[in-house]
């Protein structure tokens, strides 16, 4: 009896001290660098309890600590550990903003999301965004002199030759923004533009539900649907960018007129306005997001719209993937976030459309980072751009690259 108590007693130790590390962990995330009391009060803990797991995150390189003043007393500021340099990643969309700080490890650091509202204009939404950047790097106990590149996915088509926006309409007021040089002049920093869904792919190839596969297609399913194409392990664009705008391929010849100034497009009738639009009568005023909470709560009209939508983007995606003839589709955005309600729709409508016979089906996966991977890989693909950049000695010092220029990524 003693034995069992004993073990018994020492698993809930381990367990609880698993707890307090990603408790630890997230809430620096989430908050920033602090003090080992500031921790102790936000995790509710003693500070002898905070000493020790920051010493043991420490020696195991996550953690580190450097010497400040609070209220005229000396103390011990805990930051997440990072490598020399830093890159930011900026996602902007119709309704909303984040921003993700990563180094060389492709790991997120303070990640942060501001609503916007719709058809917002640059000028504001840019300086938004380079505030959250800079607040990010205090937060991190990081130096301006830090920050390596930037990388932006726009919620919309970019051409891949300007950076800029390809479509207009489809972000009302953008169509002459030059993001990159926006932010370069803001920063001083090499920047890189392209759409989000190609983001989203280019980071669940790099550390997501796609790492290792050569060969995949993304499926962003949000407010609006689009996709990334990975051929060889990088982002295939096309002659412009355009590969993967699956929201404007048409689904019905004499359906509403989309933005793009084409009729019937799967944009017109997935979107967050046509989805929402069908609950109006029964559920009042509803946001996407309110829509896939109901739904993962048990919502049947809910779960009804966001099970239809996935029939209408599978088929499309399965259209997709006989052009491609990739290993593996992996399904992000808000609408994926509703789980098995929208995936097995989906599976079943993208399989029922492919070649019966294939040797090899074709595996679905959730996105491993469905709520951060635009801004990540955004990230990510500016910091392997300098890291391209600097093994080939083409820039001896941050914002060498003159203003008319773009960074050397080709990831076709």
């Known amino acids: 009896m003693a034995g069992r108590f004993s073990k018994k007693k020492l698993g809930s130790q381990s367990s609880l001290r698993e707890a307090n590390r990603a408790n630890l962990l997230e809430s620096i995330h989430k908050f920033g660098a602090m003090t080992q009391v500031e921790l102790a009060e936000i995790m509710g803990v003693s500070t002898a309890t905070i000493s020790a797991l920051v010493h043991q995150l420490s020696d195991e390189g996550q953690l580190e600590t450097h010497g400040t003043v609070r209220n005229g007393r000396r103390a011990q500021l805990v930051t997440l550990a990072h490598h020399n340099g830093l890159a930011a990643g900026v996602h902007i969309t119709r309704r909303g903003l984040r921003v993700v700080l990563c180094d060389d490890t492709r790991s997120p650091y303070m990640e942060h999301h501001y609503p916007l509202a719709r058809n917002h204009l640059p000028d504001t939404t840019l300086d938004i965004a380079a505030r959250m950047i800079r607040e990010s790097l205090e937060q991190m106990d990081a130096g301006a002199d830090e920050l390596l590149a930037i990388g932006v996915a726009l919620g919309a088509p970019v051409d891949k030759r300007t950076r800029m926006l390809a479509v207009p309409g489809l972000l009302p007021g953008w169509e002459d923004e030059d993001i990159a040089a926006a932010f370069r002049e803001m920063f001083d920093v090499p920047v890189i533009v392209d759409n989000d869904a190609n983001m989203s792919a280019f980071c669940e190839a790099r550390v997501g539900a796609g790492s290792g596969i050569e060969d995949f297609v993304y499926v962003n399913a949000s407010d609006g649907v689009g996709a990334g194409i990975v051929r060889g392990g990088e982002v295939h664009h096309g002659v412009t960018g355009l590969a993967g705008e ?89 609408l994926a976030q509703a789980g098995e309600v929208f995936l097995d729709p989906f599976r079943e409508a993208l399989q029922r459309l492919l070649f019966p016979d294939a040797l090899t089906p074709i595996a679905v996966l959730e996105a491993k980072l469905p709520k951060i991977n635009g801004a990540l890989g955004a990230g990510i693909m500016a910091m392997e751009n300098e890291e391209r950049e600097a093994l080939n000695g083409g820039r001896s010092q941050k914002g060498r690259q003159g203003e008319g220029d773009e960074p050397s990524v080709d990831v076709d």
């Open 246 to 334: 699956i929201g404007h391929i048409q689904v019905d010849p004499l359906g509403a007129i989309c933005q793009c100034g084409n009729r019937g497009c799967l944009n017109t009738v997935v979107d967050e306005q046509r989805l929402t639009s069908l609950l109006a009568v029964t559920h009042g005023d509803l946001t996407l997001n309110d829509l896939v909470l109901k739904a993962n709560n048990g919502d049947p009209g809910c779960r009804r719209v966001i099970a239809d939508a996935a029939v209408r983007i599978g088929n499309v995606a399965s259209t997709l993937c006989i052009s491609v003839d990739p290993e593996l589709v992996v399904v992000g955005g808000e």
